[in-house]
């Protein structure tokens, strides 16, 4: 089954790719067809949302084309940069379930790949990815992260870069010299080029994918430098010999980010505890095929766990009682650092520790992203006057983070982190 990352599917939702939610998954050598309407613009991308199928490459970018907030000469293809395995997912997934507790941690990933081009320990150094532009334009980028699990900080030595978009939101322009861009998330940067080349040696620059601190996990390091951004002539570029920018590499989200089109959020209800009806409810009226109810576990959904006994417990998946109809807002605190392995794991690390969590069929406000712990005693401070707003956001290791969305699009929606 292929999820539209991102794309809204308005009252379309059998369209929105799920297995398990949304439809059958697709069986070996037959075809369905994806049939939606385009109602947003900017970049974006598809993928496998089965199983672990686009950790092995399933995957690929979707750019719909509409104005941006500020002007650019040329457009740069979709830059896709994704961690990288030497063995398919799904082996490492069967070593990783056969272990046991005491080395029974998460895959490691082995290197970096830009749009499938990459370098491993220095090897293939003539197929890093490379572009080679003008001198005095303006360019537009598109950067998608499709990785397992890793948050990148993307920069190019040398230059200051402009964001004009995230995720399918326009944003007004805002200039820094690095990207933190988390799992699933997209940026639209303008860049422009030198016009002035006092050092004849610096016609190549490093373009630079940086695994933020807490946020991957690789065998060793790789190198970051995966990429050449060239102005020279010639037939392939000369190896840069630039500098990388000074930043701060922890795992973070690009929180100050203004959207073009402002959305003013109402004033949230009295916090009040979770619905009751997170799993069956057996001293009431319920319906039953072949002895079973009929009752989908969300949190495994595949056709393989649409029969579960009537008793079963599911983990995430939440029915919640609609909201009243004056009120056109659903608010989530989503908390982290309650992870438990099941089974308990001995030793070794966990997935790495901030969560990239993604909404369907919405894009959400941000009104607080904290790093601090979350208090039931103390008031939240929400900001409702046009506050960051996409459709994926980095959920801080031990924080939480508070978002808004509008109910305006009916059908069954999955809340879930993005690391494979």
Known sequence: AIHMHGLRMLSNGLMDGVPGVTQCPIAPGDTFSYVFNTTQYGTTWYHSHYSLQYSDGVLGPLTIHGPTSANFDKAIDPIIFTDHNHQSAFQLYYQE????????????????????????????????????????????????????????????????LTVVGMDLVPVQPYTTDHIYVGIGQRYHILLETKTDFSDSMNMAYWIRTDPATGCHNFETFPDTRQGILWYGGGSHPPIPTTNAHQYNNTCSDMLDLVPVVPWT????????????????????????????????????????????????????????????????????????????????????????????????????????????????????????????RRDAVLLPQNGFIVIAFKTDNPGSWTLHCHIA
């Open 97 to 160: 379930q056969i272990a046991n507790n005491s080395t029974r941690v998460p895959p490691k990933q082995t290197s970096i790949l830009l749009n499938g081009h990459g370098i491993y320990a220095g090897s293939f150094p003539e197929r890093r990815y490379h572009k080679r532009v003008q001198a005095g334009k303006k360019y537009i980028l598109r950067l998608i992260n499709g990785s397992t699990d890793t948050t990148f900080i993307f920069s190019i030595d040398g230059h200051n």
């Open 265 to 388: 959020i109402d004033e949230p209800p009295p916090h009040h505890p979770n619905a009751v009806g997170d799993e069956p409810e057996a001293t009431v009226n319920f319906w039953q095929f072949l002895n079973d109810t009929l009752w989908v576990n969300y949190a495994e959904p595949t056709v393989n766990h649409l029969d579960p006994p009537y008793n079963s417990s599911a983990v995430i998946y939440l029915a919640a009682e609609a909201q009243p109809a004056q009120i056109t807002w659903n608010y989530m605190l989503i908390i982290g650092g309650n992870i438990v392995a099941s089974p308990p794991v001995t030793g070794g690390n966990l997935a790495p520790n901030a969560h990239p969590i993604h909404l369907h069929g919405h894009d959400f406000a941000v009104l607080q992203y904290s790093t601090d712990k979350y208090n039931s005693s103390e008031d939240l401070d929400l900001n409702l006057e046009n506050p960051h």
